[in-house]
């Protein structure tokens, strides 16, 4: 079984700075992805990221970079330069292709003026 | 990337009608689909699992009879709440992949907020 852990209910941040979301995970498949989603008010999830578990460099894509531990089965969410718009929940998820998606209960992000 | 759409994206019904949901993959093809639940103030609940021309699979405690699963093309999955009740109100979501693949996202579509009166 799979198991995904975000152990921080909400974050603030201020505009500019940069934020660091946690997350862990816990599996005994030898290969995994783990995801990041945004999840805004209006609902819709929107991918960030993806690390795969056998991937040597961390994932990055724009301000979005993936602090992947594999050792410590962490894989945190750095947003750097943080906007308004990044004002939302944010989903650590594990899974990917046919298999099945398991998520995180979320860290709410408001970024503050 | 890919996208997936839904419809309807809001769906307001009397208890003990039925509501159709449908999810399309627009320009990829999905041998696979997911149907996700969530609450208000909670994560995604995997619902059941949509193989194109075959049986759905479905998560423990989700009622297949309740929840009815067609997934008749490569491109088109619909999730029918049957006799629908107010403790059936939540956001409906769905997510699609355009292959088998461990490093392939799964697209999400922009859900189906669902309230049953």
């Known amino acids: 079984a799979q198991k995904i852990t975000q152990t921080q209910p909400g974050m603030f941040v201020q505009e500019k700075e940069a934020v660091t979301l946690d997350c862990t995970y816990d599996?005994?498949?030898?290969?995994?992805?783990l995801f990041w989603y945004k999840q805004p008010s209006s609902g819709e999830m929107i991918f960030l990221i993806y690390q795969g578990s056998y991937d040597q460099q961390n994932a990055t894509e724009g301000r979005y970079s993936l602090n992947f531990q594999k050792a410590r089965k962490s894989a945190n969410l750095v947003i750097s330069a943080s906007q308004l718009g990044d004002s939302a929940m944010y989903f650590c998820a594990m899974g990917g292709g046919y298999q099945k998606v398991t998520f995180g209960i979320g860290t709410k992000l408001q970024v503050i003026p | 990337g890919a996208v997936v759409s839904q419809h309807p994206s809001w769906v307001i019904c009397k208890s003990g009608t039925s509501v159709k949901i449908e999810c399309r993959s627009l320009?990829?093809?999905?041998?696979?689909m997911f149907w996700y639940r969530q609450f208000p103030k909670q994560s995604l609940m995997l619902m059941a699992t949509s193989n194109e021309g075959s049986k759905a699979t479905y998560e423990q405690g989700v009622e297949k009879d309740k929840f009815l699963i067609n997934h008749a093309s490569l491109t088109l999955s619909t999730l029918t709440v049957t006799s629908a009740h107010p403790e059936d109100s939540s956001f409906y979501i769905c997510?699609?992949?355009?292959?088998?693949?461990?490093?392939?996202?799964?697209?999400f579509g922009p859900g189906t907020r669902l309230l049953v009166l």
């Open positions: 997510s699609a992949s355009g292959s088998g693949g461990v490093r392939e996202t799964q697209y």
């Open positions: 320009d990829f093809q999905a041998t696979t």
């Open positions: 599996t005994s498949d030898p290969s995994y992805g």
